[in-house]
Structures are given as structure tokens and as C-alpha cells.
């Protein structure tokens, strides 16, 4: 679809988005449901998102923000022993 239409609409009072995929607004429904189905799998991780972060055929995993601080630490300190 690649000539300008935009046949999904939000029908949302007051928001005028439309998109071209049905997908897209899908997506666009969570900023006003809030909903957040997207899952932190780490133990005892509350952090969930509105989309799944990565490219398409990613897992279904969000980026968790507590996750990766703890990944990044991790490296620094990998890092930092090695080079001790």
C-alpha cells in the first residue's frame, strides 16, 4: 500500500491518527488504554511496554530498564577484570 491511504482510524474522541496498516493502530490504541501487554521475564520484574522492543521476528520481550542497567553493570565489571 504504498499510494497514501490511510483507511484505519482511530476512532478514539478527539484523536485524528490513521495509519495504513491495521497493526499500527493496534499499536496506537495502547496510548489510550494504557495497556502494556508486553512482559518482563526476569524474577520479580514489573516493568512491562506498549510495543515489543527489537526488529521484526524479535522476542516478544520488552527492553526491561532494570535489565539492562543490570547488563550494563555486568559488562563494566567484565570489562574492568579483564583489563585489570
Not at 15 to 41: E, F, N, V, W
Not at 42 to 69: I, T
Request: a positive charge; glycine letters at 8%.
Amino acid at each position: 500500500m504504498h499510494n497514501g491511504d490511510k483507511p484505519f482510524a482511530c476512532k478514539w474522541e478527539g484523536c485524528s491518527y490513521k495509519s495504513a496498516y491495521q497493526g499500527h493502530l493496534s499499536r496506537h490504541m495502547r496510548i489510550h488504554t494504557g495497556d502494556r501487554p508486553y512482559k518482563c521475564d526476569w524474577p520479580e520484574c514489573e516493568y512491562s511496554a506498549m510495543q515489543r522492543c527489537g526488529s521484526p521476528g524479535a522476542p516478544s520481550l520488552p527492553a526491561c530498564p532494570p535489565l539492562l542497567r543490570l547488563t550494563e553493570v555486568l559488562l563494566v565489571v567484565r570489562t574492568w577484570s579483564h583489563t585489570s
